[in-house]
């Protein structure tokens, strides 16, 4: 399961242009994990890697 961490997004919008699948920056400027989000449509350990202050988790 993957989760964005709200209170360390800066909405850079990384995420969500590496995966638009699965990440949507919402009207509060952050990213949230869209619904339809398959966890296998990208390289999740990629875009966790790249988001700069690592509010993104996959359990
Ligand atoms: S890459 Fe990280 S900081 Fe940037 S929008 Fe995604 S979750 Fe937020």
Redesign the pocket.
Known sequence: MIK?NLG?????????SMCPDC?E?NDDG??HVKENCSESCCDLGD?VT????A??TVE
């Not at 360390?8 to 969500?16: A, D, N, V």
């Not at 790249?50 to 202050?53: G, H, I, T």
Request: with cysteine; glycine share 10%; net charge neutral.
């Open positions: 964005v360390l997004c800066i909405g850079c919008g990384t995420c969500e990440f920056i952050k990213s875009i790249a988001c700069p202050v509010a993104i």
